[in-house]
């Protein structure tokens, strides 16, 4: 059974930094493309970061390059994404995604929220 957990998520201010962690299980996490995909309160699903297989190329959303920084660890089965400068607009409920484009799998989410 596939499961993928987050973690992570919280309440920061303005300019403050984030860590979010995504434990996979029950498939072969070194050979797919993973990928978090974040939704604001009352908006629909946007896309932030992916993370290949293989060579490990990544890509951002214009909205958070430079600030963001996607990661996996395969042999802990765990992708992170590291948010920094973050940003009230930055709010949402955060989902990591196996795959990029099209996704099978999602985790339950974690909740950021940049508020002073």
């Known amino acids: 059974e596939v499961q993928l957990v987050e973690s992570g998520g919280g309440l920061v201010q303005p300019g403050g930094s984030l860590r979010l962690s995504c434990a996979a299980s029950?498939?072969?996490?070194?050979?797919?493309?993973m990928s978090w995909v974040r939704q604001a309160p009352g908006k629909g699903l946007e896309w932030v970061s992916n993370?290949?297989?293989?060579?490990?190329?990544?890509s951002y959303a214009d909205s958070v390059k430079g600030r963001f920084t996607i990661s996996r660890d395969n042999a802990k089965n765990t992708l992170y994404l590291q948010m920094n400068s973050l940003k009230p607009e930055d709010t949402a409920v955060y989902y990591c995604?196996?795959?990029?484009?099209?996704?099978?799998?999602w985790g339950q989410g974690t909740q950021v929220t940049v508020s002073s």
């Open positions: 995604a196996k795959g990029w484009g099209r996704y099978d799998y």
């Open positions: 993370a290949n297989s293989g060579s490990g190329s990544t």
């Open positions: 029950g498939f072969t996490f070194s050979t797919y493309a």
